[in-house]
């Protein structure tokens, strides 16, 4: 070890780092950073390490399989854990709390494309990141209006993208979905998916400005003024899908790329490759992603079912992605002392 190293618990060099990010973080982030590294320090306290100074590589790699099988996580996710521990790690060495260079120890999962892509979704702390960026630096734009609408109504791209801007109710807080197939909108189960949709005032702050300022103002080939409008009017679901690839690369929204690649020859960087990121996510991933969130706010089943146009047997084998040991922690609270 060597002498220069200053001793430190665990929980006090995340105290330490959590504050220093509060400065230039947003809370959510900071909260995100909070949440994945207490399952570092949870570690660090079963095993006994109380000075971080004395923790080797080998820990770290330790580390990452127990975090792997206690939260039972796909790679996408442990990629995500991983890749904070390790801007901790490297704090922690500007601190000099452990050796230099002990951060390159933690080896991120390989992440193919294809990858997971059934169970891929954006997580709760990743869309928060995410939010928190767009309604700082991309306030009202087309972009941030759609993750807006999509994520807090968990619906498809193609309910979004029939969307006229009279399917918005700004009075009442409220989307209305509706089956037009003769008008050129299809919804994915017909007139049995048309329904109303009650959202939020933050999102409608966001939809009222996105109206007033930024939207193309133009019909399409119906007559009909499309919410999430381009210039040539209404767009297809793929320019859609190509929007929230390119603005779902963590290099974006978090200025840190999770995956070490260079951003000067990085190919996800390059013109209409967003999808060649191994973390950006289709609109179906973020759908997944809102339904978890919000089962995992213990709203029932049905609701979440009747608001996501889904059954709930299609709800339980492909959406929901609690684990069993978060569904058991849910279930306790419903236990009478």
């Known amino acids: 070890m060597s002498e220069d190293l200053q001793p430190i618990s665990p929980d006090e060099a995340k105290r330490m780092y959590l504050e220093e990010k509060s400065s230039e973080a947003s ?19 079963e095993e ?32 995500t854990q991983l890749s904070t521990l390790r801007v901790f790690i490297r704090w922690c060495e500007q601190i000099e709390a452990v050796k230099a260079g002990l951060n390159e120890s933690i080896v991120l999962p390989e992440l193919s494309k294809g990858e997971d892509q059934r169970d891929a979704m954006l997580s709760s702390e990743e869309a928060g990141e995410l939010l928190d960026y767009l309604r700082e630096f991309e306030f009202a734009t087309r972009t941030h209006a ?36 003769d008008q050129g909108t299809k919804l994915k189960n017909g ?18 400005a996105y109206i007033e300022y930024h939207r193309e103002d133009v019909t399409d080939d119906y007559g009909r003024r499309p919410l999430f409008s381009s210039r040539a009017g209404r767009p297809q679901k793929s320019t859609l899908r190509d929007s929230l690839y390119k603005i779902t690369r963590p290099c ?7 995956h070490d690649r260079d951003t000067d020859d990085c190919e996800a ?31 029932p089943d049905r609701v979440v079912s009747d608001r996501m146009d889904v059954s709930l047997d299609v709800l339980e084998k492909h959406y929901d992605r609690r684990t069993e040991r978060e569904k058991s922690e849910q279930r306790r609270d419903y236990i009478p002392d």
């Open 27 to 45: 809370q959510s982030t900071v909260q995100a950073h909070d949440y994945r590294l207490r399952h570092f320090v949870r570690w660090c306290d």
């Open 48 to 79: 006994d390490i109380e000075n971080l100074n004395t923790l080797t590589g080998r820990d770290l790699h330790k580390y990452k399989l127990w975090r792997r099988d206690d939260g039972d996580l796909n790679n996408v996710s442990l990629v």
């Open 146 to 181: 759609l993750v807006e609408v999509l994520w807090h109504s968990g619906m498809r791209i193609g309910a979004a993208q029939s969307l006229d801007v009279g399917d918005y109710k700004s009075d009442e807080a409220l989307l209305e979905l509706r089956h037009r197939p």
């Open 191 to 208: 007139e049995e998916g048309e329904r109303y949709i009650a959202i939020n005032n933050e999102v409608c702050d966001v939809l009222d």
């Open 252 to 258: 974006i929204y978090t200025n840190h790329c999770p």
């Open 269 to 299: 960087l390059e013109r209409n490759k967003a999808s060649k990121c191994p973390s950006s996510v289709s609109p179906h991933a973020i759908r997944r992603g809102s339904i978890t969130h919000h089962l995992s706010d213990d709203i």
